[in-house]
């Protein structure tokens, strides 16, 4: 794929200390990132091998190899939209449903997928998708969660 079809490539989290969304371009090595907010440091390892490729293995944040893919779409914005769609079915005979469900049946398709990490929540968009990444496992989920962590 052409550099100039593909997706700009980022990492996208939350600040622990202040919460604020840090977003990094994956476009040079580097070992750590600052918060625009608040100035802490927060690891993220991206040398020439992730620049080199367009696939991604493990988290560029925790190093955890488990990582699942998801619809790149706000879920807020989803449920707003059923929801009004919802308060206006009586009125509008339902219709305001189906209108909805093709809007949502459109957006499935027209939108990319988002991969994020299962230990730290990190958001990464640009890469292609790996076959090894599936949707959302709660039982992995809680497996990776219940892991004795270091300190």
Request: aromatic share 8%; hydrophobic share 45%; net charge positive.
């Amino acid at each position: 794929m052409s550099a100039a079809l593909r997706r700009r490539r980022t990492a996208a989290f939350a600040c622990e200390a202040c919460n604020r969304a840090i977003r990094v371009p994956i476009d040079r090595p580097r070992q750590s990132v600052a918060c625009e907010g608040c100035g802490r440091a927060h690891a993220i390892h991206i040398d020439e091998a992730v620049l080199a490729s367009d696939d991604l293995a493990r988290c560029l944040v925790c190093g955890l190899d488990r990582l699942y893919v998801q619809k790149d779409f706000n879920k807020w914005l989803g449920i707003a939209i059923f929801a009004g769609a919802a308060l206006l079915s009586v009125p509008t005979w339902g219709l305001s449903l189906v209108a909805a469900t093709a809007l949502d049946l459109g957006l499935y398709h027209l939108l990319g997928d988002v991969t994020l990490c299962y230990g730290c929540a990190v958001q990464y968009r640009g890469f292609r998708r790996n076959p090894e990444h599936r949707p959302f496992d709660l039982h992995v989920a809680e497996a990776i969660d219940n892991e004795p962590r270091a300190l």
